[in-house]
């Protein structure tokens, strides 16, 4: 049975973390995409986000 550099302990901390802060960027993304919270109409994604578009 061949082992992994590091203790087994903090390869799982350490995955736990990543996977902890990947989470909570999707979380992040999904937020801000479904409400982004700019209501200024003159924004820059009013011109790329048209209706006739």
């Known amino acids: 049975m061949t082992m992994a550099s590091g203790p087994f302990w903090g390869m ?3 995955i736990a973390v990543t ?3 990947t989470l909570a ?3 992040a993304a999904f937020w801000m995409l ?4 700019e ?3 003159r924004h820059v994604k009013y011109d790329i ?3 006739d578009r």
């Open 12 to 14: 799982v901390a350490i």
């Open 19 to 21: 996977g902890v802060i």
């Open 25 to 27: 960027c999707f979380v």
């Open 34 to 37: 479904l409400r982004p919270g």
């Open 39 to 41: 209501h200024d109409p």
């Open 49 to 51: 986000l048209r209706p």
